[in-house]
């Protein structure tokens, strides 16, 4: 059964940096359901982006839950700074925790939604014991770091795969897909079985954003 409470989460990633307030303005009033907010630290992921003081100030431009995406190799440590600044869903990755079921009860604790992400190669295997403890999976469909870059078609059999499993184990569960979704190929990555739609440059490539995001939606109607 796929899930059809379609959210669609711009990324900032693709944003203009010297205008943020403005494009997190523009996408929060085009119809965007969530912000994704891109943690990188240049060691988990060759990039790097931003921490929780700048997720603060994010948070204050937006009424928009924050979905915010840790690619950092100590999310263990610093994971309550990015509660602390306004995260509603908080994502680590699976290849980055040692402690991950200690990690995602912390996080509920405190009151976020948990989100596991889950690299091109990694199997979903690595997430299956943790299903029933989640509220996501974010289905990495590039390698992480930069945006831009093109969806990895591989991974649509492994969202059918994960949809199959969360129907036993978790139904309520979110699929996220996150890497090169963009117009062209959003209504084929829900017919897998995500309901989740992370998009850098898809969105931010093609202004006007609420344009964009409206021809999404249309796009999802028909999947
Ligand atoms: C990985 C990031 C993504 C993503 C967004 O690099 O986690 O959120 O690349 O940008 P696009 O949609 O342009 O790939
Ligand atoms: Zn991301």
């Not at 009033?29 to 990188?40: K, L, N, Q, R, T």
């Not at 990694?122 to 299903?131: D, H, N, R």
Request: hydrophobic share 45%; no cysteine; glycine share 8%.
């Amino acid at each position: 059964m796929t899930k059809n409470n379609w959210k669609i989460s711009p990324s900032l990633i693709a944003a203009d940096y010297l205008h943020l307030g403005d494009e997190i303005r523009e996408v929060s009033e085009g119809g965007a359901d969530y912000i994704h907010v891109d943690v990188m630290d240049g060691h988990f992921v060759p990039n790097l982006t931003l921490g929780p003081e700048i997720t603060a100030f994010i948070k204050k431009a937006t009424a928009l839950p924050l979905d915010v995406h840790l690619m950092i190799s100590n999310a263990e440590v610093s994971f309550k700074d990015y509660i602390q600044a306004g995260a509603a869903i908080l994502t680590v990755h699976v290849e980055a925790v040692t402690h991950l079921h200690r990690l995602i009860q912390e996080i509920k604790k405190l009151g976020a939604k948990a989100g596991v992400a889950v690299n091109p190669a990694t199997p979903i295997e690595a997430v299956s014991e943790i299903l029933p403890d989640i509220d996501l999976v974010n289905m990495m469909s590039v390698n992480p770091g930069f945006y831009g870059q093109a969806f990895i078609s591989a991974v649509l059999p492994k969202i059918q795969r994960l949809r199959e499993i969360a129907d036993k184990r978790n139904p309520a569960l979110d699929i996220e897909v996150d890497g090169g979704v963009k117009l062209e190929n959003i209504a084929q990555v829900a017919s897998a079985g995500a309901n989740v739609f992370v998009s850098g440059a898809g969105v931010f490539k093609n202004k006007p954003y609420k344009d964009t995001i409206k021809k999404m939606r249309q796009a999802l109607a028909g999947a």
